[in-house]
C-alpha cells in the first residue's frame, strides 16, 4: 500500500503539494487526473523515489522511496511521460533490464509485442512515437512488477492503439498489481481506471471508488439542464447533469463530467466525498 | 535483503553497464588508437629528415600516457552521460541496484576497464606498427610496465651531449620507479575522480565545464602560493641561502615535500571525490 502522509513539496519557489495525505490501496487501477500542472507527475515522482518530499512522508510498503533501495525498486516500474529511448531493440532492451526484476517474464513480453503489434526487429528510434509507447508498455508489464505507474501513457496512440493499451492493461495485471495512471485525457482510460483521484493545486480534491462515487454522486442523463446540480453538460441529445445522490439512485460514472464538477465545486465535494 | 551489497546484483549492473560501455565509449577509443597510426603514416608518407623521424618505445610511451589521460577524462561523460538528466537518468536512477553497487560499478568502468582496453589497443597498434621497417624503434609494450626504471636509463642515455648537471642523480635516488608508479596509476584514480564529479554536478558540456573549473582552481591556487612565497620572508631568506654547498640537500628536501604533497595530495583529492559522486547517484533528484 502506498501512503502519503502530510507531504509537502516545492520546486525552488513553486509550491506543488502542502500537507496533503492520500493512499492507494493494492491491487487497484488509479487514474490521477488533474488540470496540467497540478503536481501529476511529481505525485508519481514522489511515489517513486525520483524525488524526495520536504515535510511529511511517502512509503510504498513500509518502504522509503526517495531512499531508492533495491527491495523498493525492484517492486516500481515507472513509465514517463516522454518517451526517452536507448539506440538498441526492445528486446535487448528488456532483456538488459529485465535481469534486475524477480518476475520479470521475456515470454509475456514477446505476447505483448505481438498483442500491441510492435515489429520485434526494430530499433527503438525506428519505431514511431506510438510504436515506442508500446513497446515500452511490453516492457513495462512484462518485468511484473507490485507497482506501475504511467504517466500520460496514451498520449500520442492513435485510437485502436488506445484500446489496445486499455486492453493489455486489464488483461495482463494481477490482482496484486497496483498501477497508477496519470493523465488528463480522462476518455482514454474510462471503463479501465477505478478509484479515481483528482488533483487540484496543493490538494487532493477526491480519492474514491465508482462505488463510493455513485453512492454519492448522481449521474443524470435528460432532456433539460437541472438546478440543483453541481455540473451539467450538453451531449448530443440531451444534457448530463451531475447532481447529489440523495436518494440512493444507480447511475454510470462519467468521469469528464465528474472532473468538471469537481473543479467547479471543489469545497462541496471534497466535504461530500469525506 | 540486502539493500547496501549483494553480489549477484552487483554483476546485474556490471553486464548492464558492460553492455553499455561498447556502444557508448568505442568510437573514442577507436579515435585515439588513431592518433598513434596517423602520426606514423603521416611520418612513413611525408619523410622530411633521417634523424628526426625515428621515435623511440619511450617517447610513443609518452604519447599513449597522454592519449590515456584523454581516455580517462572523457570515459565517465562517454559512459554515464545522462544519469544525472532529469528525463534521460530516470532509467538509471530506477534500476534495482544499491547506489554502492551503481557507484562500484561506475568506478571500475572509468578507473580500471576504459584505461586498461585503451592501454591494451594501443600498446597493441604499437608493436604492429614496430614490425614494419618504418620509424618506429623498439616495442613500447615490452617496457611499458617498466618505464619509469627506463626514464632514468632514457634520459642518461640520450645526454650525448652531457647537458645533465650533478643534480640528476639525486632525482635518480630518491624516486624509485615503484615510488612513481604508485603515483601515476594514483594520478589516473584522481583524474577519474575528478571527472566523474563532474558527470554528476553537471547536466550539459560536463568535460569541458570541469576543465574549466580545474584552470580556474589552478589560477586561483598558484596565485595564492605566489603570493604565500612572496611574503614569506622566511622562506625567501631560505632560498637565498641556497648554494653550491647546500644544493643537493635542498633539492632532496624539495622532493621529500613534493613526494608527500603529491601522494597525499592525490589520496585526499580522489577519496572526497569518489565520495562526493557516491552521494551524488545517492541523493541525484529527477
Known amino acids: ?274 | 535483503m540486502n539493500n547496501t551489497f549483494n553480489i549477484n546484483r552487483f554483476g546485474k549492473i556490471l553486464k548492464h553497464d558492460g553492455l553499455n560501455f561498447i556502444p557508448n565509449s568505442i568510437l573514442t577509443l577507436a579515435i585515439l588508437w588513431a592518433i598513434p597510426v596517423v602520426i606514423y603514416l603521416f611520418t612513413v608518407l611525408m619523410p622530411t629528415n633521417e634523424t628526426t623521424n625515428i621515435y623511440d618505445a619511450m617517447s610513443r610511451i609518452n604519447v599513449i600516457d597522454a592519449l590515456l589521460k584523454i581516455a580517462v577524462i572523457i570515459a565517465p561523460a562517454r559512459l554515464y552521460k545522462y544519469c544525472n538528466d532529469s528525463r534521460k537518468g530516470i532509467g538509471y536512477a530506477m534500476l534495482p541496484a544499491s547506489t554502492l553497487e551503481k557507484f562500484l560499478s561506475m568506478v571500475i568502468y572509468c578507473v580500471i576497464v576504459t584505461p586498461i582496453i585503451y592501454i591494451a589497443g594501443a600498446l597493441a597498434i604499437d608493436s604492429i606498427l614496430a614490425l614494419f621497417n618504418g620509424p618506429y624503434e623498439g616495442f613500447a609494450a615490452s617496457m611499458y610496465f617498466d618505464k619509469f626504471a627506463q626514464i632514468d636509463k632514457s634520459i642518461v642515455d640520450h645526454d650525448v651531449a652531457g647537458l645533465l648537471d650533478d643534480t640528476w642523480p639525486i632525482f635518480v635516488e630518491n624516486l624509485s620507479p615503484t615510488f612513481m608508479t604508485i603515483l601515476s596509476l594514483l594520478g589516473i584514480l584522481t583524474l577519474s575522480s575528478i571527472f566523474m564529479f563532474g558527470n554528476m554536478i553537471f547536466k550539459k558540456r560536463k568535460t569541458g565545464k570541469m576543465i574549466g573549473v580545474l584552470i580556474l582552481l589552478s589560477i586561483i591556487i598558484m596565485i595564492i602560493f605566489i603570493n604565500y612565497v612572496a611574503n614569506n620572508e622566511a622562506l625567501i631568506n631560505y632560498f637565498e641561502q641556497i648554494n653550491e654547498d647546500n644544493v643537493t640537500e635542498f633539492i632532496e628536501r624539495m622532493i621529500f615535500i613534493w613526494m608527500n604533497v603529491a601522494l597525499y595530495t592525490e589520496i585526499i583529492i580522489s577519496a572526497l571525490l569518489l565520495w562526493g559522486t557516491y552521494r551524488k547517484i545517492k541523493t541525484q533528484k529527477y
Not at chain 1, 440523495?246 to 454510470?252: F, G, R, V
Open chain 1, 1 to 274: 500500500m502506498i501512503k502519503i502522509n502530510n507531504l509537502d513539496f516545492a520546486y525552488k519557489n513553486t509550491q506543488v503539494f502542502k500537507n496533503i495525505s492520500l493512499e492507494f490501496q493494492k491491487g487497484n487501477i488509479y487514474g490521477l487526473l488533474g488540470e496540467n500542472g497540478v503536481g501529476k507527475t511529481t505525485l508519481l515522482k514522489l511515489i517513486c523515489g525520483l524525488q524526495k518530499p520536504q515535510h511529511g512522508s511517502v512509503t510504498v510498503d513500509g518502504l522509503t522511496p526517495s531512499e531508492r533501495q533495491p527491495e523498493f525498486l525492484q517492486n516500481v516500474y515507472f513509465l514517463p511521460e516522454e518517451v526517452i529511448t536507448e539506440d538498441t531493440t526492445p528486446e535487448k532492451f528488456i532483456q538488459k533490464t529485465g535481469v534486475f526484476y524477480p518476475r520479470y517474464d521475456f515470454a509475456l513480453f514477446n505476447k505483448l509485442m505481438g498483442e500491441l503489434e510492435v515489429d520485434l526487429s526494430k530499433k527503438f528510434n525506428e519505431l514511431s512515437h506510438g510504436q515506442k509507447k508500446k513497446a515500452l508498455l511490453a516492457c513495462a508489464m512484462s518485468l511484473q512488477t507490485d507497482y506501475l505507474f504511467l504517466d500520460e501513457p496514451t498520449n500520442g496512440l492513435d485510437i485502436p492503439s488506445k484500446a489496445l493499451f486499455r486492453q493489455v492493461i486489464s488483461r495482463y495485471c494481477s490482482d496484486e498489481t497496483t498501477v497508477i495512471i496519470s493523465t488528463h485525457q480522462v476518455k482514454d482510460v474510462e471503463n479501465l481506471i477505478d478509484p479515481i483521484v483528482i488533483l487540484d493545486k496543493d490538494d487532493v480534491l477526491l480519492n474514491a471508488s465508482f462505488a463510493e462515487i455513485i453512492d454519492k454522486i448522481y449521474f443524470e442523463y435528460g432532456p433539460e439542464r437541472l438546478q440543483n446540480a453541481y455540473y451539467t453538460e450538453m451531449l448530443p441529445g440531451g444534457y448530463i447533469n451531475v447532481m447529489p445522490n440523495t436518494e440512493h439512485l444507480e447511475s454510470n460514472v462519467n468521469i469528464e463530467a465528474l472532473f468538471n464538477a469537481v473543479m467547479k465545486n471543489k469545497e462541496t465535494i471534497k466535504n461530500l466525498m469525506k
